[in-house]
């Protein structure tokens, strides 16, 4: 099991350029989520969802769209990268239905807008 | 009033010191809670489940209590290597669909 994996690692992008920052889980989890977290504050919610073709929007989605066409994959697109995105995306997936509910998180992506 | 609250820290200890975290939450009908370690440049994982009745996992011991709304943490004996972010994590009731994290307390044990 790879859990939850992201790319890339690492990215720097110009203003007003786009982008998609990948996600996939291999433990068959309905729950993905987004998050982004700025240096030294908590973890935001940007969007999650509950199951293939669901999607809802979390704390702070503006700039952000995703999409679920499947199970394991949760991409996130930024259309218009703005400075204030820069951040470490993380990205987790959890079963609801298992008594432990833990949350996997991937290993981030961490973004730079210049 | 945040869901969930922590004391930001940081927290600097001694190695072998014993040090304790609280959490409060807002949500009287939360249903399970958790702590989460996070260590710098890393993502959250999983130290430990909360139970009603406390728990306990060699150092590390948790605690509920949902008449005042909190939880603990403590940890005995620190080490160097416990030196990480602690997230205090709240399950909210059954109808709602994402965890709900504090934004942490920064612990740093000094050699």
């Known amino acids: 099991n790879a859990g939850v994996t992201q790319t890339p690692k690492f990215r720097i992008l110009k203003i007003g350029q786009s982008m998609t920052l990948q996600c996939t889980q291999d433990?068959?989890?309905?729950?993905m989520y987004w998050y982004r977290q700025d240096p030294g504050m908590g973890l935001k919610l940007i969007y999650y969802?509950?199951?293939?073709?669901?999607?809802d929007k979390g704390e702070v989605p503006n700039g952000y769209n995703v999409s679920r066409s499947t199970t394991e994959d949760f991409p996130l697109r930024l259309e218009l990268a703005a400075p204030s995105q820069t951040s470490v995306y993380f990205c987790?997936?959890?079963?609801?239905?298992?008594?432990?509910?833990?949350?996997?998180f991937g290993p981030g992506t961490r973004l730079t807008v210049l | 009033r945040k869901e969930v609250e922590q004391d930001p820290g940081p927290f600097n200890v001694p190695e072998g010191a014993t040090v304790a975290f609280n959490c409060t939450y807002s949500?009287?009908?939360?249903?399970?809670f958790f702590w989460y370690r996070q260590d710098c440049r890393k993502e959250p994982k999983l130290l430990m489940s909360?139970?009603?009745s406390g728990n306990e996992d060699g150092r590390f011991t948790a605690q509920l209590n949902r008449a005042s709304q909190y939880i603990s943490l403590l940890i005995r004996d620190s080490k160097l290597s416990d030196s990480a972010t602690y997230l205090c994590?709240?399950?909210?009731?059954?109808?709602?669909?994402?965890?709900?994290f504090g934004s942490g307390t920064q612990l740093t044990v000094l050699p």
């Open positions: 909360v139970y009603s």
């Open positions: 969802s509950v199951g293939a073709g669901i999607t």
């Open positions: 949500n009287s009908a939360s249903q399970s």
């Open positions: 433990m068959n989890h309905n729950y």
């Open positions: 994590v709240v399950n909210p009731p059954a109808s709602a669909r994402q965890l709900t």
């Open positions: 987790a997936s959890r079963d609801p239905s298992g008594g432990n509910n833990e949350q996997f």
